[in-house]
């Protein structure tokens, strides 16, 4: 078969890695890829939500399957895309259409499904211009933190959590009438804060069967300790120690299949990844949020712990055949580190040189902001987030010495990373 993978960051490259493992895979695209994708395949320079110019490439390439790896093309319509025309329609692809993609695109279907399928979440209502009152008046209700979500994409950005009610009123106020995020802030979701500790669970369904992917912790904020701003993820780890066996069976049948079956009976079709963003209360799990495509840094702890051929599994999801499939997990724990840029997430520099790349033991390394500089051939950095590493060991504590000893040996300008990545969990 001959693979295009879209996208172009860690979770592109994981997934493209593990492609490129298959004996089925013939040739391998990755569009717009990196420094690290142009090693595993051809990159070809095509945006994810070029969609007359990714069925050019698909025809020239003589493509068989499309992986869609971020949100903003499935969003956007590229499954419905290919659907609508006679050629790219035998294609098959990897990611839900536009309407299953509304479980990440809009924060406020995302949770009238959750309710109407008595998926457990947190208490909501949601606000807009002309109701913008009440949204005040629904927040005094409430106890601190006061949590406020923009309905539609904001790269990441659109969850604002704050303790005063005065300051929480003037964040909505901004949100929907200052437009903060853009469109993505005409309706706000507001909703209860719930106290927990947090997990990512993975599922690839067809429609009708899914297999339950490793689960994942992955790590947002900037500094150890979780401090400072967000960030799109410092590291994570997989498995998770503090999802046993009876509270991941909880998980999937008080969340996987209801959700499964829930789009089943919504007339939704769904060929592709679902994220579960989740946290254990006590000791029962809730949705934070759901995403339509794989996390990063998640997948750079998840795919290395997959045994089995993934391109049996992707073809099996595009065809519908997925109960005929079983998945091989590793036991072993995967530990990922994510090397940054100096100033990310605010301004950052590009361009700067890379070296160690060749020095590295024992480790994957996951390229996700680097190009090739054509001239010296060098790799430099070209994004906030540079580098993950993953290490496996037999326990946690291995894993992460193994790739955190590797995050020393690189080395560019004002190099930065977490030195606390899974120690909460130690």
């Known amino acids: 078969m001959n693979i295009l993978v879209l996208g172009s960051g860690g979770r592109e490259y994981a997934l493209a890695w593990k492609i490129a493992q298959s004996p089925k895979t013939d040739k391998l695209f990755i569009a717009p890829g990196n420094a690290g994708t142009g090693v595993l395949g051809v990159n070809l320079p095509i945006e994810t939500t070029e969609f007359e110019n990714i069925k050019k490439a698909v025809v020239e390439n003589d493509i068989d ?99 005063n009610l005065e300051e929480a009123k003037s964040e909505l106020k901004a949100m929907i009438e200052e437009a903060k995020f853009g469109d993505a802030s005409a309706n706000v979701v507001v909703e209860e804060f719930l106290s927990g500790i947090e997990l990512s669970v993975f599922v690839i369904t067809d429609g009708n069967s899914y297999l339950l992917l490793p ?51 919504d007339g939704i079709p769904y060929q592709g990844f679902i994220f579960f963003g989740l946290i254990k209360v006590d000791d029962e799990p809730f949705v934070i949020e759901y995403n339509c495509r794989l996390g990063d840094p998640e997948t750079e702890s998840i795919i290395p712990r997959i ?44 361009g700067k040189t890379i070296s160690g790349l060749d020095n590295v033991n024992n480790c994957i390394l996951f390229h996700a902001g680097t190009t090739t500089d054509v001239e010296s051939m060098e790799v430099k950095t070209s994004g906030g987030r540079v580098l993950a590493i993953t290490a496996l060991g037999n326990n946690l504590k291995e894993a992460l010495n193994t790739a955190y000893q590797n995050a020393e040996i690189i080395q560019y300008e004002r190099k930065n990373y977490r030195k606390d990545i899974g120690f909460d969990l130690l």
């Open 307 to 350: 045994n089995s051929d993934l391109v049996d599994i992707l073809t099996a999801t595009a065809d519908g055949t997925l109960h005929e499939q079983k998945i091989s997990i590793d036991d072993r724990y995967a530990a990922t580190v994510m090397l940054v840029s100096g100033g990310y997430p605010k301004q950052y520099e590009k």
């Open 65 to 163: 399957m499309v992986v869609v790896g971020p949100e903003n093309p499935l969003v956007e319509g590229i499954h419905d895309f290919f659907i609508a025309d006679d050629y790219l329609k035998k294609i098959k692809i990897i990611g839900p259409l536009k309407e299953g993609a509304r479980l990440e695109g809009s924060k406020d279907f995302a949770k009238q499904f959750m309710v109407k399928n008595h998926i457990p979440t947190a208490a909501y209502k949601t606000f807009n211009h002309d109701n913008l009152d009440e949204g005040y008046t629904f927040l005094e209700s409430l106890q601190p933190p006061y949590v406020l979500k923009a309905d539609g994409l904001a790269a990441g950005k659109g969850v604002v959590i704050v303790n």
């Open 215 to 265: 689960e994942a912790k992955d790590y947002k904020r900037i500094g150890e300790g979780d401090t400072g701003l967000n960030t799109g993820g410092m590291g994570s780890i997989s498995p998770v120690p503090f999802a046993g066996k009876e509270f991941m069976s909880k998980i999937e049948e008080k969340i996987i299949k209801p959700t499964i079956n829930g789009l089943k009976s």
